[in-house]
């Protein structure tokens, strides 16, 4: 398995931007899908975006599309996730998780995943 530590959480402003990045360590992290999930306090996990081991496929859900971006450095073992013009409805915990897969199909289940961080707090104000 690999080890994931976020960082970059914090609070922003409507509008503002704030950037993720998720660190690992351990095994091999090219050989990983990485995805980040959020998770609000009285809702479900869900997916936000997730990067396939290459770099070559990238998925967002649709209500981060244009907003964020996904980007991973194999070389660094990192993934960043820059999130721009926050909205309030994108206050969460956010955790990264790495999970095998094929370089062009990127899971949205949780349960794809067998690595997590131990989650940011992104706190967007109105």
């Known amino acids: 398995q690999v080890q994931l530590v976020e960082t970059g959480g914090g609070l922003e402003q409507a509008g503002g931007s704030l950037r993720l990045s998720c660190t690992a360590s351990?095994?091999?992290?090219?050989?990983?899908?990485v995805a980040w999930f959020r998770q609000a306090p009285g809702k479900e996990r869900e997916f936000v975006a997730g990067?396939?081991?290459?770099?070559?496929?990238?998925h967002y859900v649709d209500s981060v599309k244009g907003r964020f971006t996904l980007s991973r450095d194999n070389a660094k073992n990192t993934v960043v996730l820059q999130m721009n013009k926050l909205k309030p409805e994108d206050s969460a915990v956010y955790y990264c998780?790495?999970?095998?897969?094929?370089?062009?199909?990127?899971?949205?289940?949780?349960?794809?995943?067998?690595?997590w961080g131990q989650g940011t707090q992104v706190t967007v104000s109105s």
């Open positions: 998780a790495a999970g095998f897969g094929d370089s062009t199909t990127i899971r949205r289940e949780s349960f794809e995943y067998n690595s």
């Open positions: 990067v396939s081991r290459s770099g070559e496929a990238i």
């Open positions: 351990g095994h091999a992290f090219s050989a990983y899908n």
